[in-house]
């Protein structure tokens, strides 16, 4: 088997009790509870290979971070098999949990009060690294994240970028062939993004490590994924390649015109009816979208009639972000094919 | 043995960090001392009104509650789990426990240890020299390996009776009153068990044994022979119920649900 990460029909149920309205109601929970069972992750079943960067995506409360903690030992699924670098992650948790990396953007590592170095230490001695490995393999982590000047500081005393880059270094220190990152690039800035971008890459170059990535920044996803796994409701919803996901979905411009005066809807589809155009008002009633097939020659001839028309203030041709593809499809709540 | 060279890696740390808020660790053993003269006084006041409780003499009384702080000053200082359900439940801080490859239990002992408590240990054995000189004690050579034995079980006990309390988080994180309540009921184990009543006492051998923390073991030491048998199943006791809350942890941390963030 060459998946490092292989779920079938994976499922996690919460149980809780919904308390009823009142003094009286209050009473009758003493007794009786209403329970509740509410599926987070509803059977989903999915492979990855050793060396593929997976984006992992989905609303909140779609399940991502419920699955996240299934794959890393955390919680113990309801039903379901799991199987991450061959072993049953919360069977083996002790051994199992060093063979993966972990960082949650929003719960640190590290020892508040203590050096970075300190925490890299200690690290070092629960994860059993020997020395030599340990001086080779962090030198280069430290180097490549270029966190050298931090490492004397209490990490109470870092900005929430150096954190995380320390942060990503902690996870890596066992140097596994595995890591999940949960939003690790919550509110940074842009430089310590690309940083992050850069260093995960490099990476996944140089060792081969498989990494499995949550994030709401589909920035995050469109620089390092060329595969993404979408998620609703607990389900898995698409899982393919993002380039995939963009031809089925982002094959249309979209066409946003300023125009000087009031413009009404039934003007525009009145002087585009020849094409298969989609008119949207913008903020007010002067400002319209059309999104139309990518088609120079549609493109045009639009533009032209409009133009001919009605006297505009701006004009901009644009492509459809994967954002926008994004929410599309949870819109429509399923992935359409071909 | 890597979790031995794991602990003093730890604790060197623990150390490093607290010498440096000196004046914190000052105040620290400074209320603890305050602490255990009150507890102390209060037993001088009792026998302040009689000379003999039951047939438990001040100077016995007063050895009993200096062996009850050896035990209590070693669970003090390595089970501080008393806000385990807050800290580690509710605010979801298990998680990264369970990230590491240790046993988690370890590592939230590890990760709290409070080792200034252990000053309680230097307290206990004055108090134990100070009375025992009294009644005119001696000491056989094994005393010593037999004292530090008695001491590990005591401290067992009481760390199984509150790593019990602290597995009902994994069930339940509402709160609840049962850990200040369950420090309450463990002071009543350095009193000699027969002046309370029949189930009471029962209570503090077989359900919650406290008794086992103080009186038992001190017995022992003070030559009463009526209580020998319970002195000698102290380690038992305690390996017993320290077991058990370990298992049931063990049961607890599968049925974890993590925070929701």
New interface residues.
Partial sequence: MDYIIDVKDLRKE?TSHSSRSGLKGAFRDLFTRNYTIKTAVDDISLQIRKGEMVGYIGENGAGK??TI?ML?????PTSGEVRVNGMNP?KD???F??S?G?V?G????L?W??AVQ?SF??LK????VPDEFYNTHMADVIKTLAIEPLLDKPVRKLSLGQRMRCELAAALIHNPPLLFLDEPTIGLDVLVKLKIREFLKEINAKYGTTILLTTHDLSDIEALCERVIMLDEGKIIYDGALQQLRENWGEGKQIQFLFTEDVFMNELQELTKEHLVVWEQGTNASTWTASVENDEEIISAVIGKVVAAKRIADLKIVEITTEEIIRNIYEEGAVRNG | M?YF??FF??AG?YL??RLTYRADMAVEIFSDLLFQAVNLIFILVVFGHTSLLKGWSKDEMVFIYGFFLVPFAIFGAFFNIWDFTDRYIVK?????I??????SLFQIILERMELESLFGVVTGLAIMFYAGNNLGLSLHWYDPFIFLILVAGGALVYAGIFVTLASIGFWSDSRTDIMPMMYNIGNYGRYPVDIYNRIIRYVLTWILPFAFVGVYPAAYFLGREEWYIYAFITPLIGVIFFAISVFLWNIGV?????AG?
């Fill in positions: 919460f971070s419920t903690k890393t030992g955390i919680l113990t919360h948790r002790e051994k949990v060093r993966i972990v949650f929003q719960r640190s590592q020892w009060d203590i300190e230490r200690l001695k629960v994860y059993n | 890597s060279s794991i890696q730890y740390q490093k960090t979801g801080e298990m998680d990264r369970l990230t590491r490859p240790i046993h599968t049925k974890y649900r993590g963030n």
